[in-house]
């Protein structure tokens, strides 16, 4: 462990924002105000400034001069870079009531969800009635139908569905705060609504070990004492049904909540019930091999798209390619949107298994017009396959190659079908964000990669308050265009405690610590080895912290060799969320780092395994899993009685 670095983020945030003006903005139309502003520290003022100075920048350039003699001066690559930092500086910064009286961007989060609801409300009406008639609103709608036939299929594959089944780590209902791991979502009471509650049964049928785990709990509720070394007698599937309809609660509502976004408006996200979550992830696991097996898009990967921004940047071919974004998109998949596009068998599992209304933080029950929000496991590719089936339709009704790109709202499609890509998604009630959106020009966006023809224009954004060691460290990283702002920020930790040299070899470290030149990290803590013929560096270790009010009960064991089977890693199954501690480690110049002999490796398996305690070095070496050995043995006790083992997937 560390002593803990105290920082003011308002001092950080000032001292950076100060210098990068200074330094980088001199000569630009709004540094002389953004300067006034900063110094009196009117931030209402600067805002505004920087509100101005992004609208410049989807206009790509400003007016100079004045009267009739003002001329059209378009902003060069390195200017189009300087404006977006500052813009990236103080648009996406967290600031607080004090700094700008009346800020309340949770509040107006939720005015703008309910004025969409009222809007999509609209939208759903007209497409219902269309439906109802047997039309389409729109010619290209039979097309994507046809393409989401193709590459979803008429009905889900509900055997991957349901081995692919597992609970996330995020928040659900009855499952919130920083305890949210597996072992809480099993334990607690679960939380469910009706129409998913079948398909619940039917994925804990095929989890051979959530099938033991709750046979055994149905055993102990009925007064049976049964023991961690006994087998249960396994509950039939109705046994298990019955189960769960005495014992999960419930619901009809999302719980809907703000997470931040920009610093005057945040964004909506529903919290959903904790079994619905285990569908949702094998519904986004299927949604999402299909999509990378049949049509090409690869939803773990965003470097393509961020390439393609690229090329269209450059300009080249006679037909560049053009970014688009859709405005609030997550929350703009609508009802009518997915029956009309959708087979029925698909429309029918997916709204089983979604949340059909929503709580506002002020206790008002509603109904979803949307189909989803955010928050539900499958929103992600479920409007993925939407807006790349627009991209196929505008292909084949322009008579051009289908040449698209789809990541969520990313969009990439050729620029002689981006009107008519427009015009079929408004037919659909998406609205366009024009912010986001560049068909001409030579600025393009896609994926958080910004391109001003060939250079990369990406700012650093900063969307923290910078209070801790490593938050200083990785925004001191991000800044690796603008060295003078990292010796500012380097200011604020004048030990230095943790550096290592900008080279590519050090290319991985973000928030471990600071990248620097090799003169500065060379005169801190930086030691030279013999058996690697390498300088070492002192480097910041995060750890994950594990929650110390796990009971030493039985059905406690059963979870912690589930969560080995899952895949668990770390020292403990069962950790908090977005709870961390650090430490820093020395690197030692006396003890080998090549030493660690297969005879070692021997005799600390051996130790493990007849439950006597490690040695220092067996410790050093992180080998005390003592939690993992005691799972580890559970699984092959089930193995010999035929239990088939659910490993991580």
């Not at 049949?294 to 990967?301: F, H, K």
């Not at 990313?410 to 079929?424: G, H, K, M, P």
């Not at 650093?460 to 991000?478: G, K, P």
């Not at 199954?573 to 297969?598: H, Q, V, Y």
């Amino acid at each position: 462990m560390t002593k803990r670095l105290k920082l003011d983020h308002q001092s950080v945030h000032l001292a950076a924002l100060k210098t990068y003006v200074l330094t980088y903005c001199q000569g630009l139309a709004f540094s002389s105000a953004a300067l006034g502003a900063i110094r009196s520290r009117d931030w209402t003022k600067l805002v505004s400034i920087a509100k101005d100075a992004d609208k410049t920048l989807r206009d790509l350039g400003t007016w100079s001069g004045t009267g009739p003699t003002e001329v059209w001066a378009p902003y060069s690559a390195d200017e189009f870079a300087c404006v977006s930092q500052f813009v990236a500086m103080v648009v996406k910064y967290p600031f607080d009531q004090k700094q700008i009286p009346g800020l309340n961007p949770d509040a107006v989060a939720i005015d703008k969800f309910i004025a969409d609801e009222r809007r999509n409300k609209r939208v759903n009406a007209i497409l219902r009635g269309y439906r109802t008639r047997g039309l389409d609103r729109h010619p290209s709608h039979e097309i994507m139908r046809e393409w989401i036939l193709k590459i979803m299929g008429d009905k889900p594959d509900f055997e991957y569905i349901y081995n692919h089944c597992d609970f996330s780590g995020g928040a659900s209902l009855g499952v919130h705060g920083k305890a949210t791991h597996f072992g809480n979502k099993v334990e607690k009471q679960l939380t469910c609504t009706p129409t998913a509650l079948k398909y619940f049964t039917r994925a804990v049928l095929s989890n051979e070990q959530l099938h033991l785990y709750y046979s055994a709990r149905s055993r102990e509720r009925q007064g049976d004492n049964v023991p961690l070394d006994a087998l249960p007698c396994l509950l039939t599937p109705g046994e298990l049904r019955d189960y769960f309809e005495g014992s999960v609660k419930l619901v009809q509502e999302d719980k809907l909540s703000c997470a931040a976004k920009n610093f005057d408006c945040s964004r909506t996200v529903g919290t959903p019930a904790t079994c619905n979550t285990f569908i949702q992830k094998g519904t986004d696991q299927m949604m999402r091999r299909n999509l990378k097996d049949r049509a090409n898009l690869d939803l773990s990967r965003q470097d393509v798209n961020q390439w393609m921004a690229r090329e269209g940047a450059i300009g080249s071919g006679s037909i560049p390619y053009v970014t688009k974004d859709v405005k609030g998109a997550s929350n703009s998949v609508l009802l009518e949107v997915v029956r009309t596009l959708y087979s029925e068998d698909w429309f029918t599992f997916l709204n089983d298994t979604r949340s059909p209304g929503y709580t506002l933080p002020d206790g008002s029950r509603h109904r979803y017009e949307l189909f989803c929000s955010m928050g539900n496991g499958f929103c992600f590719p479920l409007e993925t396959s939407i807006f790349a089936a627009a991209c196929v339709a505008a292909c084949k009704m322009a008579g051009a190659p289908v040449d698209f790109r789809v990541y969520g709202d990313d969009i990439i499609v050729r620029q002689d079908v981006a009107l008519l890509l427009s015009e079929i998604l408004r037919s659909l009630g998406f609205r366009l964000n024009l912010d986001k959106s560049f068909i001409h020009g030579p600025f393009r966006e896609s994926c958080g990669a910004n391109w001003h023809g060939e250079q990369d224009v990406t700012p650093a954004y900063w969307r923290h308050r910078i209070t801790t060691r490593s938050e200083l460290h990785a925004i001191h990283n991000a800044h690796h265009k603008h060295p003078e702002i990292q010796r500012v920020l380097r200011g604020f930790d004048p030990e230095l405690r943790c550096c290592v040299p900008d080279t590519l070899q050090y290319s991985f470290v973000t928030d471990q610590a600071f990248r620097v030149s090799n003169d500065v990290c060379m005169g801190n803590g930086a030691v030279w080895r013999r058996d690697t013929q390498s300088f070492r560096y002192r480097m910041l270790q995060s750890l994950p912290v594990k929650d110390e009010t796990i009971p030493a009960e039985d059905r406690w064991v059963r979870l912690r060799q589930i969560s080995a089977l899952r895949g668990s890693t770390f020292e403990d199954a069962f950790l908090l969320r977005r709870s961390t501690r650090f430490a820093i480690t020395d690197p030692d110049a006396k003890r080998p780092e090549c030493n660690f002999s297969g005879r070692r490796a021997k005799e600390q398996r051996q130790q493990a395994w007849s439950g006597n305690p490690p040695t220092s070095q067996s410790q050093e070496h992180g080998s005390n899993y003592p939690w993992l050995v005691t799972a580890l043995k559970g699984a092959l006790i089930d193995a010999k009685r035929g239990i088939r083992v659910n490993g991580p997937r």
